[in-house]
């Protein structure tokens, strides 16, 4: 008979850590996500980009200088010069702002395809088994919808399902994601 309730007590042990180790695991995603988004979105600048941006004001700075007639002439070749880099600065943005793009969307949909797989060998190992117990006056109008595919209660406490706790969870991280 011992035996049976050290089960009962490692089992429940198991449940109460099963809701906080779902709900890391999916903020833990759901952070990796917001990283690289926003990584995408602003790439930071290169040394060459910053060393071209340098030269154009260097030259337009030098082409205002020349303001006599007289010096018409090289004027007007620094701000050639100076069109000349700001189109190879914008060719060179283009390629890299697309590189990153291209890369950043491959890391984005491999980060997808593996929150998907999670989620599913999380349901699947969790299926028939609650993932934690709460309180029903707590959730007194939700009742239903937490204990979804796990029925029962013993003691005046819901037992909460897999999908609505990883519904919750998906919903509480991106919140907190959007915080920080």
């Given at each position: 008979?011992?035996?049976?309730g050290?089960g009962g007590?490692?089992?429940?042990?198991?449940?109460?850590?099963?809701?906080p180790?779902?709900?890391?695991i999916?903020?833990?995603?759901q952070?990796?996500t917001?990283?690289?988004q926003?990584?995408k979105?602003?790439?930071?600048k290169?040394?060459?980009?910053?060393?071209?941006?340098e030269?154009?004001?260097?030259?337009?700075?030098?082409?205002a200088s020349y303001?006599?007639?007289?010096?018409?002439?090289?004027?007007a070749?620094?701000?050639?010069?100076?069109a000349?880099k700001?189109k190879?600065?914008?060719?060179?943005?283009?390629h890299?702002?697309q590189?990153?793009k291209l890369?950043?969307?491959?890391?984005?949909?491999?980060?997808?395809?593996?929150k998907?797989l999670?989620?599913?060998?999380l349901?699947?190992?969790?299926w028939s088994?609650?993932?934690?117990?709460?309180s029903q006056?707590?959730?007194?109008p939700?009742?239903?919808?937490?204990?979804?595919?796990?029925w029962?209660?013993?003691?005046?406490?819901l037992?909460v399902?897999i999908?609505p706790w990883?519904?919750?969870?998906?919903?509480v991280?991106?919140?907190?994601?959007?915080?920080v």
């Amino acid at each position: 008979m011992m035996n049976m309730g050290e089960g009962g007590i490692l089992d429940e042990q198991t449940r109460s850590l099963a809701a906080p180790f779902v709900f890391v695991i999916v903020i833990l995603f759901q952070f990796a996500t917001k990283r690289l988004q926003d990584l995408k979105r602003g790439a930071s600048k290169t040394d060459k980009e910053m060393q071209l941006r340098e030269e154009i004001k260097q030259l337009l700075k030098e082409a205002a200088s020349y303001s006599q007639p007289s010096t018409f002439a090289q004027a007007a070749k620094l701000r050639r010069m100076a069109a000349a880099k700001e189109k190879e600065l914008a060719n060179y943005q283009t390629h890299v702002t697309q590189e990153m793009k291209l890369s950043y969307d491959l890391y984005l949909k491999v980060l997808f395809i593996a929150k998907v797989l999670l989620h599913i060998v999380l349901v699947l190992w969790f299926w028939s088994s609650p993932v934690a117990s709460v309180s029903q006056h707590l959730v007194q109008p939700f009742g239903r919808l937490l204990s979804w595919k796990i029925w029962g209660s013993s003691d005046n406490f819901l037992q909460v399902g897999i999908i609505p706790w990883l519904i919750l969870c998906s919903r509480v991280s991106k919140f907190v994601c959007r915080l920080v």
